[in-house]
C-alpha cells in the first residue's frame, strides 16, 4: 500500500474516520488493529517478526526495570539487542557476509562455496527494529519507564505511518503521545493535510520525474561521459531528498491528523553550510540514533582524545552505510562520509578565524560558499550510493576527470533538474529561513491559496502517476 498511491488514501481517510468516533482507549486498540492491516498489505507473513521484536522488547524492558541485578540487567539487555539484530542481520546480511567469507578464506587459499538465500527483506525491518531496541537500551540507562500494557508498546512499534520508513521515533517522545488521550483540533488538521500534500508533491512531481535523467544515466552503462555523471549526481541528489523527504512529510501529516507529533525528518538540508549543519538536518531520527546508541557507546569503549574521536566518527559512518544495504558501495559511501566529517571536525578550528563577524555581505559569501561546498561533498558520495555495483562506481568517477565534455543531453538534463527543483528550492528557502516546517501558515491568506493553487495543480498536470516505490522502502 504505497502513501502515493489511491488505495492508502481511502485507507488513511477510513482509519481518520473511525479514530475520531471512538473514545481514547479504544483509539489505541483500533490503531494497532490498522497498522497490523497496513502492514500485512504488504506481506503478511511478516508479521511474525513485527510480533517477535516487539513482545521480545517489551518482555525485556519489563525485567530490566524489575532487577537492580546489573549481570542479569546486561544479560536481558544482549538479549533484546541479539534478537533484533539477529533478525535483521539475517535478513539483510546473510548473503553479504558469507560471500566476504568466502573471499576471506579465499585469501588464505582456501576454497568455500558461499551459501545464498533468496530472502526477501521484510519491508520497514531496519526502521521499527531500531525504534524497538533503542526503547529497550533507554529502560536499561534508566532514561524511562517500561511501558505500562504490551497493547501501547506494540501499537508505538507498529504505529503505521511511519512504520516502514520511519521517522525512528524515541521511546521517551512517542509513548507518552501514545498513553494519553490526543485531541486532534483544527490546527492539526489543516496541518496535517498541508504537509500530507506536500509531500506527495515532493514524491511525485520532483523525486519521480527525476528519476527519469538518474535512470538513464546509471542504466546507460560505459562509457560514461562526466558532464553528464556530475548532471545526473544532481538529479539524483534531489530524487533521493524529496523521495525520501516527501515520505517522511506524509508520514508526520498523517500522524499529525490525530494529534501526533512525529520527528520532522528532513530540515532543508542543501542549505546547511557545514557538514555538523548538514547532519543535523538529514534523516534526523538516523542520525539522532547512531548518535545515541552506536557513536556515545563508542566513545565510552574507545575512550577521549582527538584521534579516538575520530575513529569513532569513521566506525559510527560506517556503519550508518552498511545500515543502508549489505554491499561494498554501501560500506565505501560510509566511509568515505565518515572521513568528511573528521576532515570538517579537524579544520574547523583553523577555519572559524577566517568567517567574518560583521561584514554583512562578507556573511552571506560565506555562507554561501559553505552551502556549494557540502552540497557537492554530498554528491560525490552519490555514484556510490546510486550505483548498481562498485565497479560503475568506479568508472563514472574515472569519468568526472578522464572524459568531461558539456554535450546537448548534460546541458538539457540540468535545466530540466533546474525546473523540477525551483519551486522546491524556493519554498525550502522559505522555510529554512523561518525555521519551521509549516511557516506558510504565517503567510497572507492571498499568497497561501496561490501556494495551494500550484501544489495542487502541479500534482495533477505534472504528478507521475507510475507508481514508483520509495527508494528508502529498500533499506
Same mark, same amino acid.
Given at each position: 500500500?504505497?502513501?502515493?498511491?489511491?488505495?492508502?488514501?481511502?485507507?488513511?481517510?477510513?482509519?481518520?474516520?473511525?479514530?475520531?468516533?471512538? &473514545?481514547?482507549? =479504544?483509539?489505541?486498540?483500533?490503531?494497532?488493529?490498522?497498522?497490523?492491516?497496513?502492514?500485512?498489505?504488504?506481506?503478511?507473513?511478516?508479521?511474525?517478526? %513485527?510480533?517477535?521484536?516487539?513482545?521480545?522488547?517489551?518482555?525485556?524492558?519489563?525485567?530490566?526495570?524489575?532487577?537492580?541485578?546489573?549481570?542479569?540487567?546486561? $544479560?536481558? %539487555?544482549?538479549?533484546?539487542? +541479539?534478537? @533484533?539484530?539477529?533478525?535483521?542481520?539475517?535478513?539483510?546480511?546473510?548473503?553479504?557476509?558469507?560471500?566476504?567469507?568466502?573471499?576471506?578464506?579465499?585469501?588464505?587459499?582456501?576454497?568455500?562455496?558461499?551459501?545464498?538465500?533468496?530472502?526477501?527483506? &521484510?519491508?520497514?525491518? #531496519?526502521?521499527?527494529?531500531?525504534?524497538?531496541?533503542?526503547?529497550?537500551?533507554?529502560?536499561?540507562?534508566?532514561?524511562?519507564?517500561?511501558?505500562?500494557?504490551?497493547?501501547?508498546?506494540?501499537?508505538?512499534?507498529?504505529?503505521?505511518?511511519?512504520?516502514?520508513?520511519?521517522?525512528?521515533?524515541?521511546?521517551?517522545?512517542?509513548?507518552?503521545?501514545?498513553?494519553?488521550?490526543?485531541?486532534?483540533?483544527?490546527?492539526?488538521?489543516?496541518?496535517?493535510?498541508? +504537509?500530507?500534500?506536500?509531500?506527495?508533491?515532493?514524491? /511525485?512531481?520532483?523525486?519521480?520525474?527525476?528519476?527519469?535523467?538518474?535512470?538513464?544515466?546509471?542504466?546507460?552503462?560505459? &562509457?560514461?561521459?562526466?558532464?553528464?555523471?556530475?548532471?545526473?549526481?544532481?538529479?539524483?541528489?534531489?530524487?533521493?531528498?524529496?523521495?525520501?523527504?516527501?515520505? #517522511?512529510?506524509?508520514?508526520?501529516?498523517?500522524?499529525?491528523?490525530?494529534?501526533?507529533?512525529?520527528?520532522? @525528518?528532513?530540515?532543508? &538540508?542543501?542549505?546547511?553550510?557545514?557538514?555538523?549543519?548538514?547532519?543535523?538536518?538529514?534523516?534526523?531520527? %538516523?542520525?539522532?540514533?547512531?548518535?545515541?546508541?552506536?557513536?556515545?557507546?563508542?566513545?565510552?569503549?574507545?575512550?577521549?582524545?582527538?584521534?579516538?574521536?575520530?575513529?569513532?566518527?569513521?566506525?559510527?559512518?560506517?556503519?550508518?552505510?552498511?545500515?543502508?544495504?549489505?554491499?561494498?558501495?554501501?560500506?565505501?559511501?560510509?566511509?568515505?562520509?565518515?572521513?568528511?566529517?573528521?576532515?570538517?571536525?579537524?579544520? =574547523?578550528?583553523?577555519? #572559524? $578565524?577566517?568567517?567574518?563577524?560583521?561584514? $554583512?555581505?562578507?556573511?552571506?559569501?560565506?555562507?554561501?560558499?559553505?552551502?556549494?561546498?557540502?552540497?557537492?561533498?554530498?554528491?560525490?558520495?552519490?555514484?556510490?550510493?546510486?550505483?548498481?555495483? %562498485?565497479?560503475?562506481?568506479?568508472?563514472?568517477?574515472? #569519468?568526472?576527470?578522464?572524459?568531461?565534455?558539456?554535450?546537448?543531453?548534460? /546541458?538539457?538534463?540540468?535545466? *530540466?533538474?533546474?525546473? *523540477?527543483?525551483?519551486?522546491?528550492?524556493?519554498?525550502?528557502?522559505?522555510?529554512?529561513?523561518?525555521?519551521?516546517?509549516?511557516?506558510?501558515?504565517?503567510?497572507?491568506?492571498?499568497?497561501?491559496?496561490?501556494?495551494? +493553487?500550484?501544489?495542487?495543480?502541479?500534482?495533477?498536470?505534472?504528478?507521475?502517476?507510475?507508481?514508483?516505490?520509495?527508494?528508502?522502502?529498500?533499506?
Amino acid at each position: 500500500m504505497q502513501f502515493d498511491s489511491p488505495l492508502f488514501f481511502l485507507f488513511l481517510l477510513g482509519v481518520y474516520g473511525v479514530y475520531l468516533a471512538l &473514545p481514547f482507549p =479504544k483509539q489505541n486498540r483500533f490503531l494497532l488493529a490498522a497498522s497490523y492491516a497496513f502492514y500485512a498489505s504488504w506481506d503478511w507473513r511478516f508479521l511474525g517478526l %513485527l510480533w517477535i521484536s516487539t513482545a521480545v522488547d517489551y518482555g525485556c524492558g519489563k525485567r530490566i526495570h524489575a532487577t537492580e541485578s546489573p549481570a542479569r540487567r546486561k $544479560k536481558l %539487555l544482549l538479549l533484546s539487542i +541479539l534478537v @533484533n539484530l539477529g533478525i535483521l542481520g539475517f535478513f539483510k546480511y546473510f548473503n553479504f557476509f558469507s560471500s566476504g567469507m568466502a573471499d576471506l578464506l579465499g585469501g588464505f587459499g582456501i576454497t568455500f562455496d558461499p551459501l545464498f538465500l533468496h530472502l526477501v527483506l &521484510p519491508i520497514g525491518i #531496519s526502521f521499527y527494529t531500531f525504534q524497538s531496541m533503542g526503547y529497550t537500551i533507554d529502560v536499561y540507562r534508566r532514561e524511562l519507564e517500561p511501558c505500562r500494557t504490551l497493547w501501547d508498546f506494540a501499537l508505538f512499534v507498529a504505529f503505521f505511518p511511519q512504520l516502514v520508513a520511519g521517522p525512528i521515533e524515541r521511546a521517551k517522545r512517542l509513548l507518552p503521545q501514545l498513553q494519553s488521550p490526543r485531541e486532534p483540533c483544527r490546527d492539526d488538521l489543516y496541518a496535517g493535510t498541508f +504537509l500530507i500534500v506536500w509531500g506527495l508533491f515532493q514524491k /511525485i512531481v520532483i523525486a519521480d520525474n527525476l528519476a527519469g535523467v538518474v535512470n538513464a544515466t546509471f542504466a546507460g552503462g560505459a &562509457p560514461y561521459n562526466g558532464a553528464e555523471v556530475l548532471v545526473a549526481s544532481y538529479a539524483f541528489s534531489f530524487q533521493l531528498l524529496c523521495d525520501f523527504a516527501g515520505y #517522511s512529510c506524509m508520514a508526520v501529516g498523517a500522524g499529525r491528523l490525530m494529534g501526533f507529533r512525529l520527528t520532522t @525528518n528532513f530540515r532543508s &538540508p542543501y542549505l546547511a553550510s557545514n557538514l555538523r549543519d548538514f547532519w543535523s538536518r538529514w534523516h534526523v531520527s %538516523l542520525t539522532r540514533w547512531f548518535g545515541n546508541y552506536v557513536y556515545r557507546p563508542l566513545r565510552n569503549v574507545i575512550g577521549a582524545g582527538t584521534s579516538r574521536n575520530f575513529c569513532c566518527v569513521v566506525l559510527t559512518f560506517l556503519l550508518v552505510g552498511l545500515w543502508h544495504g549489505a554491499s561494498l558501495s554501501f560500506a565505501l559511501w560510509g566511509l568515505l562520509t565518515g572521513l568528511q566529517f573528521t576532515l570538517y571536525l579537524a579544520f =574547523k578550528p583553523a577555519l #572559524s $578565524k577566517f568567517r567574518p563577524r560583521h561584514n $554583512k555581505f562578507a556573511k552571506l559569501l560565506w555562507s554561501g560558499g559553505g552551502i556549494f561546498l557540502v552540497y557537492h561533498l554530498w554528491c560525490l558520495g552519490c555514484p556510490l550510493f546510486r550505483g548498481e555495483s %562498485l565497479a560503475q562506481s568506479v568508472e563514472m568517477y574515472g #569519468s568526472l576527470v578522464t572524459s568531461f565534455h558539456i554535450n546537448q543531453t548534460a /546541458i538539457s538534463n540540468l535545466a *530540466y533538474v533546474a525546473i *523540477y527543483t525551483a519551486f522546491f528550492l524556493l519554498l525550502e528557502a522559505f522555510q529554512f529561513v523561518r525555521r519551521d516546517l509549516l511557516a506558510v501558515f504565517e503567510l497572507p491568506i492571498p499568497v497561501r491559496a496561490m501556494l495551494y +493553487l500550484v501544489l495542487f495543480y502541479g500534482i495533477a498536470w505534472f504528478g507521475n502517476f507510475n507508481g514508483q516505490d520509495f527508494i528508502y522502502f529498500q533499506f
